[in-house]
């Protein structure tokens, strides 16, 4: 077979301002495109490997490490599994907990992504730290808004990343009443500032070149509102499935260029994260973020990934005033000493989790032997889930663009880093990925 | 010495008295097993009947940590920033926590004293508080089991309340203060008295005095104990943290970032770490575990003047407190009685 | 490997520059969960660095990154678990005159060292990647210290904010930092926390792991899983802890899976364990 | 007695260097002056005292003073580049200012020095302390008798203070001194080869009516003492001058800590000067 000739190599060797090491490869055959790779070449950690023989207690503890900047995601979503393998139920009050240690995550996540990694992009600066001069106010937004997330993690979970407090059947404390009380108030005064970020957002065109149909997926929130826990996959093609039984429906394969496995809805590529669960629930949103987004509407268009960032906003805005009401509700209700239930592990079971982490669905497996010792783990994370679909966009990038005789590879790669960086990927969670069948 | 009785319906009140006029600190629960010295809220959360707390009194004169000066790296100036010198009210200490203070005292107040702690520690009121041993106590045989210096009044639990004895003029002045707490004692109060200080000296599990144990360990510094027991330690340094006599302290400079100023700090050190016997260069004089087991056994039975005690006053805490179960009473029991026929 | 004495320096002491110049830093990451950096684009005063350094290379937060500059002081986060994280390891360390290990997976491996001594590289991808073929090429995990000289080591998963500050304002200053010798136990008994080992036989890793965090998850009731790593210089008294919790009914396995988790690149820890339960099969 | 004022206790005062002599590899010599005139004036310090030296930001190094006693503000402080502190220290240029507490310690008891013969022993940075007992004799000459010093060092360029001895030959003959300088493990040195105690029988002081001052490793002690008292040395005229971790300098911090159960000793505060009697009666001393 002849070697492709290439007339423009375009090579992103390390993508900036991303979680995780990958780069863009995009290999022309002419003037039509080749291939588009994503190149993730960031080291395999075998997680789910590590993880076999090892007591579910420390697995669980060993999880967050997955993934810093949604530790708490990789957290709860196993513990989770676990109890759900042990049959074990946690009280309400540790379920509130747990969903505001996970929003404090979705705040600190969504904030960093926003102003720290996509944000430069938007307004011409090679990082944050170059915008000091000119964009003090909305640096001073981001750094309270990070803080705030950080904050509720640290009070609840022992610290912003990693957090040890968070255990199988509960926590090992339970904050005093005053600490929530804190929380709450400082909440109430980030109401304005959680709306910095939609604002600088707004009125960046949505590039129309990756503009296309795509089916999103995104887990129905318990209770009627907009949140992480849920038990049904609800698809953009009219589908419902049990979250339980993901692994029916979303699968997994290695593909040579990338340490991170690519996923697949019913084998085809699909879109996950707070674009989806935007435009599946966002009726459900608080009152506030839900007048944001009507009014914002031309911004959020379910075709374009571009929009993740406006959606990611919108959900910024909504969790502020969400985590507000769960401080203010735990500190009328906190009960010092309701800290863990007693387990015991007697017989072996399989336990399945799945959640919204920030960047999308989480899944977790977990096999438990009878000693409490796992036998078997899977994980598929968001980031895996998407990056075929991120391909596919990247393509349409170039695609688009050498329509309009853009040729100059600088100026592509630049975009591309961009449509890269929308999608918020967390390239070292991705990295691991579950066992092959 | 003057001797009031305080009724047990009135000890609330005094405690309230008390946490007026400064900052009333005392044993609380904290945990399950575990009391602590710590700030008091609520005069109710004080408790009367604990073992030991986990952190000795001397950490109210003595921080964990404290900025000792701030300084200017362009001048080569320093600001020292000394305690604001505010009351601090110190209730319920054992006698030998107080033994304590006063050994703390013979170190850092003396001709070249320690500002730092003086000026807290002459802002500071001790109320001590009666006890009875369990089995980690041996606070008899270190003659700190009762004290008649180092406090401003001293309870005495009696069956209604508390026979007080008043050892300063501050505590004179308390006394004057609040006469509405206090009554004279009955004859009744007097044998109360005696009678709980002959049941709490029947109850220590070791009996007589130590005074010659310094001779008997230093006879037999190769004992096999040493080596045998310094295997089981973790070298976590728990035993000097919660000693009330520890006071070994460690210095360091933290610069600002932009390097033009900065902090001296100083904070609670171990003989039991490893850089503790350490010098520039890279020598170490206490090396190996058993070194630094060794010398914490040699310096807790060494002979302080001031009291004439020893500097271990028989709290128990450093065996209380020891993950791995090191028994320091049982260990000293055994050198000792090495070739005296035990 | 014998880790430096940490008397004296052998490497360059950055020249203090305050007006004159600025330092150059350069922050680089192998293969790891972005923790450490996390932290440290997020420290309360990291404008205040960043107006202070120069920040040569860090991808995490920024485009104008390269690896390939020389840099004063240089962090790397992350084992090594690729060959191009060796190559790139090694690329730094011929850049920096000082080269930091900050977070658990530079300094002992990490999490992903869980399985070391058990299972090799290629049984790990086996397991997760079966038959199929990556182009790039994976190692097996391991602290950077096995590849290079490492001037120091800012342990903790993720790292203390205090601790990068203090060393960062060291390094600026001309100095360097001072090393932690001592563990968690003590900070834990400092912060006058009861102790959930004696208390509840909880399987708290505190005596046996470096000091820094003040004792941060003993302090929520939670046992210490040992993530800063072991106390350095053969401090870590893994058969003393191993004694106490036998005697507390733990089982072998149990002990050496839980001491693993940070420490499995210590060369004591098997050495002692067998000290306590007698050689492994 | 009046009561001890707690703020003199860790006083600083900030001081100028003036000079540097570069003395060996590892060891310059810096020349101090207090930079308050009062402070200048009103400074006193013995033989064997040492001061705690501040680099601000760096930290603190306990140095002894190795200078006469008898030169008001000036100061002089051989320093060895071992650790963190010290190594700063010799980066220092002069003009540059730095901050002194002290002196602490006992120091030499000098008073049982007079009318009798003088031996100084020091091997490596033994010399710093001793060179200010040396320049406290030549200073107050005429209350010594006959003064032996010996001096001496692995390497004949390790010497400490060598070419200053060496300069001092001819009047120290005239003035009944007697200088021995000798590398212990040097092919390369053309001079007096042996450890110290090897050259005790050649020394021009009467055992009998000798004190002597020692400083240097433990190591020498154990030989030394042997030695002497076998050529009939009055023990009680015997001290030795130890080196430990004096952080605090006060009796305080602990890190000097030495002894056993009986002889609990701070080497700040008690020492850094000990005598024959308190090094066999206190086990770890030396």
């Known amino acids: 077979m002849p070697k492709k000739k290439i007339i423009h190599p375009i090579t992103v060797d390390h993508i900036a301002r991303i979680e995780g090491k990958a780069g863009i490869e995009v290999i022309l055959d002419g003037k039509k495109v080749d291939v588009v790779n994503v190149n993730v070449f960031e080291g395999p950690r075998f997680f789910e490997a590590i993880a076999v023989g090892k007591h579910v207690e420390e697995a669980v503890a060993v999880f967050p490490r997955v993934c810093s900047f949604c530790a708490a995601a990789h957290k709860i979503t196993p513990v989770l599994a676990a109890e759900n393998a042990m049959g074990l139920e946690p009280s309400e009050q540790t379920m509130k907990m747990r969903e505001l240690l996970y929003i404090g995550d979705f705040i600190q996540s969504h904030t960093l992504h926003l102003f720290f990694l996509a944000l430069p992009d938007f307004l011409g600066f090679p990082d944050v730290f170059s915008m000091q001069g000119a964009h003090k106010d909305i640096l001073n937004a981001a750094i309270a808004l990070k803080d705030i997330g950080a904050h509720i993690q640290t009070v609840i979970g022992s610290r912003a990343i990693h957090q040890e407090n968070a255990l199988i059947g509960g926590f090992g404390k339970i904050p005093p009443k005053k600490s929530w009380e804190t929380m709450r108030q400082k909440l109430r005064s980030l109401h304005d500032v959680a709306e910095e970020a939609l604002e600088q ?237 | 010495m003057r001797y009031v009785k305080l009724p047990k319906e009135k000890v609330c009140e005094f405690l309230e008295r008390l946490k007026s006029m400064g900052t009333l600190y005392g044993p609380k629960k904290i945990s399950e097993k575990f009391y602590d010295f710590r700030e008091i809220g609520d005069v109710k959360e004080v408790e009367f009947e604990y073992n030991r707390t986990i952190t000795p009194p001397r950490k109210y004169f003595f921080p964990e940590r404290e900025t000792v000066f701030t300084f200017d790296t362009v001048n080569v100036e320093i600001h020292e920033t000394m305690p604001e010198g505010k009351p601090i009210i110190l209730f319920g200490v054992h006698a030998c926590d107080i033994v304590g203070l006063r050994i703390m005292d013979s170190r850092f107040i003396d001709d070249l004293p320690d500002p730092y702690y003086q000026i807290r520690r002459e802002n500071g009121i001790i109320i001590g508080l009666s006890c009875l041993p369990d089995e980690y106590c041996f606070c008899s045989v270190r003659r700190t089991d009762f004290v008649d210096a180092g406090f401003d009044l001293f309870l005495h639990l009696l069956p209604d309340g508390y026979l007080v004895r008043v050892g300063t003029v501050t505590g004179h002045k308390l006394i004057e203060n609040s006469p509405e707490y206090f009554e004279e004692i009955s004859s009744e109060d007097k044998d109360n008295f005696a009678k709980f200080e002959t049941k709490r000296r029947s109850m220590f599990t070791v009996q007589g005095n130590w005074d010659d144990m310094r001779y008997r360990l230093e006879l037999h510094l190769d004992h096999p104990m040493y080596m045998r027991e310094s295997d089981k330690c973790l070298g976590c340094g728990n035993c000097t943290l919660t000693c009330p006599t520890c006071r070994c302290y460690e210095v360091k400079d933290l610069p600002t970032l932009d390097g033009t100023g900065g902090e001296r700090i100083r904070f609670w050190d171990s003989c039991q770490f490893r850089s503790h016997g350490l010098v520039a260069g890279g020598h170490n004089f206490r090396p190996t575990k058993k070194d630094r087991f060794l010398n914490r056994y040699q310096c807790k039975n060494a002979y302080c003047e001031t009291t004439t005690t020893s500097y271990c006053v028989g709290c128990g805490r450093c065996t209380y407190f020891c993950p791995a179960d090191i028994q320091f009473k049982e260990n000293l029991l055994e050198v000792y009685g090495t070739g005296g026929g035990a | 490997m014998e880790r430096s004495k940490m008397i004296l320096p052998d490497h360059e002491i950055i020249e203090e520059c305050r007006d004159v110049c600025r330092a150059t830093v350069g922050v680089y990451v192998l293969t790891s969960c972005y923790g450490c950096q996390l932290v440290m684009a997020t420290v309360q005063k990291i404008m205040e660095i960043a107006n202070l350094v120069d920040f040569k290379c860090f991808y995490m937060v920024s485009s104008k990154s390269s690896m390939h500059e020389p840099v004063d002081i240089a962090f790397v986060e992350g084992s090594v678990s690729t060959e191009k994280d060796l190559e790139e390891l090694k690329e730094v360390r011929k850049n920096a005159k000082v080269l930091v290990a900050i977070g658990a997976c530079a300094v002992n491996g990490g999490v992903q060292s869980w399985s070391e001594g058990d299972l090799n590289y290629d049984e790990l991808y086996a397991s997760v990647y079966g038959d199929s073929k990556i182009k790039y090429k994976g190692l097996q995990a391991a602290p950077i210290d096995s590849y290079v000289k490492v001037d120091y080591f800012l342990p903790g998963c993720p790292p203390e904010e205090d601790e990068i500050m203090y060393f960062l304002s060291t390094f600026l200053f001309g100095s360097y930092p001072e090393e932690i010798d001592y563990p968690v136990c003590a900070e834990c008994r400092l912060e006058g926390n009861p102790c959930i080992l004696i208390e509840s036989d909880a399987p708290c890793l505190g005596p046996i792991t470096v000091a820094g965090c003040k004792a941060r998850c003993p302090s929520f009731g939670v046992p210490c899983i040992g993530c800063r790593g072991p106390v350095p210089h053969d401090n870590s008294w893994f058969d003393s802890l191993a004694l106490i919790f036998r005697n507390k009914g733990y089982s072998k396995d149990y002990i050496r899976e839980r001491m693993k988790i940070f420490c499995s690149f210590d060369k004591n820890l098997e050495e002692r364990l067998e000290k306590v339960f007698g050689r492994k099969k | ?134 320049l406290y004799a030549l200073d107050n000459r005429w209350l010594f008798g006959n003064i032996t010093i010996i001096n001496s060092s692995k390497l004949g360029k390790e010497l400490l203070f060598a070419k200053e001895l060496k300069a001092m030959r001819d009047i120290a003959t005239a003035e009944n001194i007697e200088i021995i300088q000798t590398a212990t493990r040097d092919p390369d040195w053309g001079g007096l080869t042996g450890r110290a105690p090897t050259h005790l029988d050649k020394v021009n002081v009467d055992p009998t009516k000798c004190t002597a001052a020692l400083c240097g490793p433990p190591r020498m002690y154990k030989s030394m003492f042997e030695q002497m008292i076998k050529l009939g040395y009055d023990p009680r005229y015997i001290f030795v001058n130890l080196e430990r971790r004096m952080k605090c300098g006060v009796g305080k911090c602990g890190h000097c800590n030495i002894g056993t159960a009986t002889s609990w000793k701070y080497t700040c505060k008690d020492g850094p000067v000990f005598d024959y009697y308190d090094i066999i009666s206190i086990p770890g001393l030396i």
């Open chain 4, 1 to 134: 007695m009046s009561k001890p004022d707690p703020m003199k206790t860790y006083e600083t005062h900030k001081c100028r260097l003036l000079r540097v002599y570069g003395l060996t590899e590892h060891e310059k010599l810096f020349l101090f002056r207090f930079d308050d005139p009062e402070i200048a004036q009103s400074w006193r310090f013995m033989p064997g005292q040492f001061v705690e030296l501040s680099l601000l930001g760096h930290g603190e190094v306990p140095i002894s003073i190795c200078s006469s006693a008898r030169r008001m503000g000036f100061f002089e402080l051989c320093i060895r580049k071992a650790g963190r502190v010290t190594s700063e220290i010799h980066k220092l240029k002069p003009g540059d200012m730095v901050r002194i507490r002290g002196p602490y310690g006992n120091g030499f008891p000098m008073d049982r020095f007079y009318d009798r013969d003088l031996l100084l022993v020091a091997a490596g940075l033994g010399m710093a302390p001793l060179r200010s007992v040396f």
């Open chain 1, 201 to 437: 957002f707004v009125g960046f065109p949505l590039w129309p070149e990756v503009e296309a149909d795509r089916v999103h997926l995104a887990l129905e929130p318990i209770d009627g509102t907009y949140t992480m826990f849920g038990n049904t996959i609800h698809a953009s093609d009219g589908s419902k499935f049990k979250a339980n039984a993901y692994q029916m429906r979303i699968s997994e394969k290695v593909v040579p260029h990338s340490f991170a496995k690519h996923g697949s809805y019913n084998d085809q590529p699909f879109m996950t994260g707070a674009l989806s669960r935007f435009t599946l629930f966002n009726d459900r949103l608080s009152k506030r973020a839900k007048l944001l987004a009507r009014t914002y509407e031309e911004y959020l268009d379910a075709k374009n990934p571009l929009s993740n960032n406006l959606a990611q906003a919108i959900e910024l805005i909504h969790y502020i005033h969400r985590a507000e009401i769960m401080a203010d509700e735990l500190a009328s209700s906190i009960k010092p000493n309701e800290r863990r239930v007693e387990f015991e592990i007697t017989k072996a079971a399989t336990g399945v989790c799945v959640t919204e982490a920030p960047r999308g669905l989480l899944a977790y497996t977990l096999k438990i032997n009878k000693n409490g010792v796992i036998r078997a783990a899977n994980i598929i994370t968001p980031t895996a889930m998407y990056l075929p679909m991120m391909e596919a966009d990247l393509r349409r990038m170039v695609e688009g663009l050498l329509e309009q005789g853009i040729t100059d590879s600088k100026t592509i790669a630049q975009k591309l880093e961009t449509v890269v960086r929308s999608y918020d990927p967390c390239v070292s969670c991705s990295v691991h990925v579950a066992r092959v069948k």
